[in-house]
């Protein structure tokens, strides 16, 4: 038996607000599945909402990234979407 597909995604880190909220409605406008991370769960929780609602992909992910293990549970929440990260994308 095969193990789980991973689909394609995008990381998009400050994802809250400003830049970081564009460029997740960029890359949902272009079919990516998202990681979404921001500190701020509340308007994180809104923009995945947002995305989700126009048959998007997201997944919010309440997250300091000063902290140690936040690569880790980038990682983890990319692997119980089973979502993978394969490139950069320029926006």
């Known amino acids: 038996m095969n ?12 994802a ?26 509340r308007p994180l929780n809104d923009l995945v909402s947002e995305l989700s609602s126009r048959g998007g992909h997201a997944v919010g992910l309440a997250l300091d990234l000063r902290q140690p293990e936040s690569a880790d549970r980038i990682a983890e929440c990319l692997a119980t979407a089973e979502l993978s990260v394969e490139k950069r994308l320029t926006y």
């Open 3 to 14: 193990g789980p597909v991973e689909r394609p995604a995008v990381v998009v880190t400050g």
């Open 16 to 41: 809250s607000s400003g830049i970081g909220r564009e460029l997740a409605r960029l890359a949902a406008a272009d079919g990516h599945g998202l990681v979404l991370v921001a500190r701020e769960e």
